[in-house]
């Protein structure tokens, strides 16, 4: 069965750093973009990175530019964000998706084209 599982979230307080990963089984994630979103309660879906398949473009939302990194690790099968200088404003469950068109990365918020959805994973900044 071909899905994305994400690990790696947590409660953590301000300044502190979490890398989630997006791990995919029964598909190869090298030919899919990846996109993590997140979600807060109350709040609109936010889609806070993005990398491409071919090329390995990264884009980054401006709310976290500079403090998350995403990045592959083909031998793993893995996507991952790594999250530093975390504030409560990151509070939120992280999502990861794949779009084996790409469009993904650069589409409007209301995009649906994407092929795999992880379950999330929560992530708590608090002091």
């Known amino acids: 069965q071909s899905q994305l599982v994400e690990s790696g979230g947590g409660l953590v307080q301000p300044g502190e750093s979490l890398r989630l990963s997006c791990s995919a089984s029964?598909?190869?994630?090298?030919?899919?973009?990846v996109a993590w979103f997140r979600q807060a309660p109350g709040k609109e879906r936010e889609r806070v990175s993005c990398?491409?398949?071919?090329?390995?473009?990264?884009y980054v939302a401006d709310s976290v530019k500079g403090r998350f990194t995403i990045s592959r690790d083909s031998a793993k099968n893995t996507v991952f964000l790594q999250m530093d200088s975390l504030n409560v404003e990151d509070t939120a469950v992280y999502t990861c998706?794949?779009?084996?068109?790409?469009?993904?990365?650069?589409?409007?918020?209301?995009?649906?084209?994407?092929?795999?959805w992880g379950n999330g994973t929560q992530v708590t900044v608090s002091s």
């Open positions: 998706a794949a779009d084996g068109t790409g469009y993904m990365c650069y589409a409007p918020l209301g995009y649906t084209g994407m092929d795999y």
């Open positions: 029964g598909f190869t994630l090298d030919y899919y973009a």
């Open positions: 990398i491409t398949s071919t090329e390995g473009r990264t």
